[in-house]
């Protein structure tokens, strides 16, 4: 399908229409760098389709809604359909839930969660691409109930959500091997600081907020918090916070901010698309 796609693209498409928006250092079997065009360029003749395709169940089906060099990371780094599908739902207690997806990619996770639950779904995420990609998914196919904002997770405040979704969001500073491109900027005192950042701030949140972590060590969670169900032999975890936050908390807290690096949108595994 995405061949004929491909096909009818350059058949049927102007120049002027055919823009290239830049370009990808992939790695999933990709050693080379791969075009990237954008929604709209593509829009006349792969609406139809791409409806069909937000709804579908199995990744090698949904991930053709995207462009080629974002669909070939999907393996290695956004979230399978049917964990987005349970995932969602995990978090999503009532119509209007509030969900924050950090370190959102082309925004996989928010819009399955949109399109199947009542929820309002918030991604984060550094990659300036990969936000214009979830932006333009969202504003082409008219997906109610997502925003997509381009920024650091130390700009965003914590207090406007009612739940939380983490996918190893900081990982590739600390594993060399999953870098997906030379856009941001990377370094293992990152991963730390990233991780202890939002910890904290989950420490902070009101009793009974939820978080799901897939895979990875859930560094973030802290200990206040209690696993209440798991999914995908364990790989998927719905936390909820059982305890109030220890006193160092605020403190740890107040050190944080008096002491932490000014780092700029594009830096670190946590710039917002």
Same mark, same amino acid.
């Given at each position: 399908?995405?061949?004929?796609?491909?096909?009818? !693209?350059?058949?049927?498409?102007?120049?002027?229409? &055919?823009?290239?928006?830049?370009?990808?250092?992939? *790695?999933?079997? $990709?050693?080379?760098?791969?075009?990237?065009?954008? !929604?709209?360029?593509?829009? *006349?003749?792969?609406?139809?389709?791409?409806?069909?395709?937000?709804?579908? !169940?199995?990744?090698?089906?949904?991930?053709?809604?995207?462009?080629?060099?974002?669909?070939?990371?999907?393996?290695?780094?956004?979230?399978?359909?049917?964990?987005? =599908?349970?995932?969602?739902?995990?978090?999503?207690?009532?119509?209007?839930?509030?969900?924050?997806?950090?370190?959102?990619?082309?925004?996989? @996770?928010?819009?399955?969660?949109?399109?199947?639950?009542?929820?309002?779904?918030?991604?984060?995420?550094?990659?300036? &691409?990969?936000?214009?990609?979830?932006?333009?998914? %969202?504003?082409?196919?008219?997906?109610?109930? %997502?925003?997509?904002?381009?920024?650091?997770?130390?700009?965003?405040?914590?207090?406007?959500?009612?739940?939380?979704? $983490? @996918?190893?969001? !900081?990982?590739?500073?600390?594993?060399?091997?999953?870098?997906?491109?030379?856009?941001?900027?990377?370094?293992?005192?990152?991963?730390?600081?990233?991780?202890?950042?939002?910890?904290?701030?989950?420490? =902070?949140?009101?009793?009974?907020?939820?978080?799901?972590?897939?895979?990875?060590?859930?560094?973030?969670?802290?200990?206040?918090?209690?696993?209440?169900?798991?999914?995908?032999?364990?790989?998927? *975890?719905?936390? %909820?916070? *059982?305890?109030?936050?220890?006193?160092?908390?605020?403190?740890?807290?107040?050190?944080?901010?008096?002491?932490?690096?000014?780092?700029?949108?594009?830096?670190?595994?946590?710039?917002?698309?």
């Amino acid at each position: 399908m995405l061949e004929k796609i491909t096909a009818a !693209f350059n058949l049927l498409i102007d120049n002027e229409l &055919r823009t290239t928006c830049g370009t990808w250092h992939l *790695k999933c079997n $990709i050693s080379a760098p791969m075009p990237f065009h954008s !929604f709209k360029a593509l829009k *006349k003749i792969t609406s139809r389709t791409d409806s069909a395709l937000l709804h579908a !169940f199995k990744d090698d089906e949904f991930d053709q809604i995207y462009p080629a060099s974002v669909s070939a990371l999907s393996t290695c780094h956004w979230s399978p359909v049917n964990v987005c =599908r349970m995932a969602a739902q995990f978090l999503v207690t009532d119509p209007g839930t509030r969900v924050l997806d950090i370190g959102c990619g082309p925004g996989k @996770f928010c819009v399955i969660g949109a399109t199947t639950t009542q929820g309002h779904f918030t991604g984060v995420e550094q990659r300036k &691409r990969l936000v214009k990609t979830a932006c333009e998914l %969202v504003e082409c196919h008219q997906i109610p109930r %997502v925003e997509i904002r381009h920024g650091n997770i130390t700009q965003i405040n914590f207090r406007e959500f009612d739940a939380f979704y $983490i @996918f190893n969001p !900081f990982q590739e500073n600390i594993m060399p091997a999953l870098r997906i491109d030379y856009d941001v900027e990377l370094e293992p005192q990152l991963y730390t600081d990233y991780t202890a950042h939002v910890q904290q701030q989950l420490m =902070r949140m009101p009793m009974t907020t939820r978080v799901v972590s897939y895979c990875g060590d859930d560094g973030e969670i802290p200990a206040c918090y209690a696993c209440e169900k798991t999914a995908f032999t364990g790989k998927l *975890k719905l936390w %909820v916070k *059982k305890h109030p936050a220890p006193a160092y908390a605020s403190a740890a807290q107040s050190y944080s901010k008096e002491n932490s690096r000014d780092i700029p949108v594009g830096v670190g595994p946590f710039a917002l698309a």
